[in-house]
């Protein structure tokens, strides 16, 4: 099995170091958040640990270099003392965009095609009344799916390109992510508010 060899509060203190936008932080715990409900649900309940910790410091370098992303995401990890396997595994999420690392493992295509997902449906909850994920439904996140010009950041080819590398259509895609943020909504928002973000 693999191990993420630092803690989990060692990774949240390092993403936090790199990282002082609320919005970087909010993305960065949501993703975590919906890679270990995934890893229930898909059957991987002993590397649940490992596949929230890949999400929580996907973006580690983003903030920082944006231009440049994932390109010092390996020395910043490794001087944190973080394994070569989830390196690796981080890396591959920006495959064709800004790595040249392919998704392989079933947590690795996870992370690829929820990165972008998971944003576009954050964006869909903050023009909600509610600003909730807890009301929305299937049809209203593809509504938004289309239309390119709504969280025009969120690349749809990245996500189609993920559901594809699952085997999943974009439905199950759309269903599993939104399921996983209703979900974590609750203890994400409670997160932020003990950070004081």
Partial sequence: MR????????ALELLKKYNKEAFHIEHA?????????????????????????????????????????????PKILREAGVGEDMIHSIVSHGYGICSDIEPEHQMEKVLFAIDELSGLIGACALV??????????????????KSRGF????????????????GWT????????????????????????????
């Fill in 3 to 10: 191990e993420s060899k630092i803690s989990r509060d060692q």
């Fill in 29 to 73: 715990l949501t993703v975590e958040a919906v890679m270990a409900h995934l890893a229930d649900t898909l059957g991987y309940v002993e590397e649940k640990d490992y596949w929230a910790m890949v999400g929580l410091l996907h973006d580690i370098d983003f903030e920082q270099y944006p231009d440049e992303h994932l390109e010092h995401t």
């Fill in 128 to 145: 909600r009344p509610s600003k909730s994920v807890s009301d929305m439904g299937l049809s209203s996140v593809k509504k938004k799916f």
């Fill in 151 to 166: 969280a025009a950041g969120c690349d749809r080819d990245t996500i189609q390109k993920g559901a594809d590398a699952l």
């Fill in 170 to 197: 974009l439905d199950q895609l759309i269903d599993k992510t939104l399921e996983a943020m209703k979900a974590t909504e609750g203890d994400i928002r409670s997160q932020l508010e003990d950070l004081e973000i």
